[in-house]
């Protein structure tokens, strides 16, 4: 942005308020949460937009609740929260732990729900937890409201199916039935994005194991997991499912590590995130080994 540039700041108080601005300016204004992932495109010179619609100040969109046993989460609340909140860190811990290991405590407090998921990033760790326990994200414009699966919500790299018109207003997780585990892999630094991220859940008749940072959207597939999905889960069922999932996948290659350093990083991981469910130690997420990460 060139100085002496004006640049408009669209403030509303109000869900109504934003979602009447998002829906009459469609492109001409830019979305802003946190600003965290914004605020280094615009420094970079990646966007210059002239008008930026703050959400910040809609009250609205900052509520956690819990309604008919399913976890809502408005798309302001930051990673921070999720991270700290004693109603998800006792009943959604997979989600507390999956959050509370992105970057450090300084991003966790401005970076939000809604944000992590708009921006598309193919390196950030809560899409593969969402994805894991079946999140919805809930799309809203002045045309109605419509629910999203997170692996349909994620099209490719940064790219979603948020229209133009819309917000994404909130995140819905159900009750997580049975052991969840998250475990971030990371090549770099104690505070970088992952290098192999696995989400793994499993329910009384499903397992979904998902790997993020590896392609440009998160990666499960359910015929591979078909093998884990009823019965005990031993040494074995673990090692073939890790396998599987590496020889089917074609990893990127980034600075965080080659396709091939990272196929090999998929085996072990998926293998150890299965292997802990099937360990009488991980609870529904919450277990002394629910979440982790290898630094
Ligand atoms: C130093 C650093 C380290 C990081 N490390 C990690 C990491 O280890 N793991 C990880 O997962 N992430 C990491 N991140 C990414 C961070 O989590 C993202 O920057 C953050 O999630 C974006 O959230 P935000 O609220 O700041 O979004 P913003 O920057 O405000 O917005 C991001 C994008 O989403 C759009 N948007 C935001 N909210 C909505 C909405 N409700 N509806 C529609 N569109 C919307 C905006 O227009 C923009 O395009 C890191 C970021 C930084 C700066």
Redesign the pocket.
């Known amino acids: 942005m060139g100085s002496g540039t004006a640049v408009e700041w669209l403030a509303p108080s109000s869900l109504e308020e934003a979602l009447a601005l998002r829906a009459s300016r469609g492109a001409d204004t830019?979305?802003?949460?946190?600003?965290?992932?914004?605020?280094?495109?615009m420094n970079q010179g990646f966007v210059q937009p002239t008008s930026l619609l703050s959400?910040g100040g809609v009250g609205e969109?900052r509520g956690i609740a819990v309604v008919d046993g399913e976890l809502r989460l408005g798309?302001?609340v930051r990673?921070r929260d999720v991270e700290r909140d004693p109603v998800i860190r006792r009943d959604w811990p997979v989600l507390s732990l999956g959050f509370g290991?992105?970057?450090?405590p300084r991003?966790r407090n401005?970076?939000?729900v809604?944000?992590?998921l708009?921006?598309a990033?193919y390196?950030?760790?809560?899409p593969a937890v969402l994805c894991a326990v079946g999140a919805r994200a809930v799309l809203r414009s002045p045309r109605g409201e419509r629910q999203v699966p997170i692996d349909e919500l994620i099209l490719g790299f940064y790219e979603t199916c948020?229209a133009e018109d819309?917000?994404?207003?909130e995140v819905r997780v159900p009750a997580v039935l049975g052991p969840a585990v998250y475990r971030k892999f990371r090549s770099r630094s104690s505070?970088?994005?992952?290098c192999v991220a696995v989400a793994a859940a499993r329910s009384a008749d499903r397992l979904r194991v998902v790997v993020g940072a590896c392609a440009d959207v998160p990666q499960h597939y359910p015929d591979v997991c078909a093998k884990g999905s009823e019965g005990p889960i031993d040494a074995a069922v673990a090692r073939e499912i890790g396998s599987a999932y590496a020889q089917r996948m074609a990893p990127l290659s980034d600075s965080r590590g080659s396709a091939e350093y990272r196929r090999r990083v998929v085996a072990v991981e998926v293998r150890r995130a299965v292997e802990m469910l099937g360990s009488d130690s991980v609870g529904n997420g919450g277990g002394r080994r629910g979440a982790g990460a290898n630094r």
């Open positions: 830019t979305v802003v949460a946190g600003g965290s992932f914004l605020a280094i495109l959400l969109l798309a302001m990673h290991l992105v970057a450090s991003v401005q970076a939000t809604g944000g992590v708009a921006d990033d390196a950030s760790d809560p948020i819309e917000l994404l207003t505070e970088d994005r992952p």
